[in-house]
């Protein structure tokens, strides 16, 4: 048996959540045994400066005999932070008037942190 049909016949059944940059990936998959095991796998984009990227993966196997506890916990701090801090997300870059701040460093070598424009100004390259 091939490793792709080995995969195959391991992968039962698949669902993607996308969230910005990351995607989660939750996927049954088989025991040797025939019993099934869920993994949840977190894949987050990077881009480097000249513009290739990677994505970094992390992976968790999660089995049956820990649903049930694994289930209580992460409900019981998802209600904490509902309850502690409300459905609305409050991150700067959420914001509707978030500016993300740029650093420039002047000719003293000073670093002064500037905002972003809040619009941009049309130019004809003819003009130049």
């Known amino acids: 048996m091939s490793d792709r049909d080995l995969m195959d016949q391991e992968e039962i059944h698949s669902k993607v959540?996308?969230?910005?940059?990351?995607?989660?990936?939750?996927?049954?998959?088989?025991?040797?045994?025939g019993d099934y095991y869920l993994t949840i796998t977190e894949s987050?984009?990077?881009?480097?400066?000249?513009?290739?990227?990677h994505y970094k993966k992390h992976k968790i196997y999660l089995y049956k005999e820990d649903f049930t506890?694994?289930?209580?916990?992460?409900?019981?701090?998802?209600?904490?932070?509902?309850?502690?801090?409300?459905?609305?997300?409050?991150?700067?870059?959420?914001?509707?008037d978030f500016k993300k701040e740029e650093k420039i460093i002047k000719e003293d070598g000073q670093e002064q942190e500037t905002s972003a424009p809040d619009s941009f100004t049309d130019v004809s390259f003819d003009d130049i």
């Open 17 to 33: 959540l996308r969230a910005g940059r990351r995607t989660y990936f939750f996927d049954v998959r088989s025991t040797k045994a």
């Open 44 to 53: 987050k984009k990077f881009t480097h400066d000249d513009g290739t990227f």
């Open 69 to 96: 506890a694994f289930k209580e916990n992460v409900e019981e701090m998802m209600d904490f932070i509902i309850n502690e801090k409300g459905e609305e997300v409050i991150s700067e870059r959420h914001q509707k």
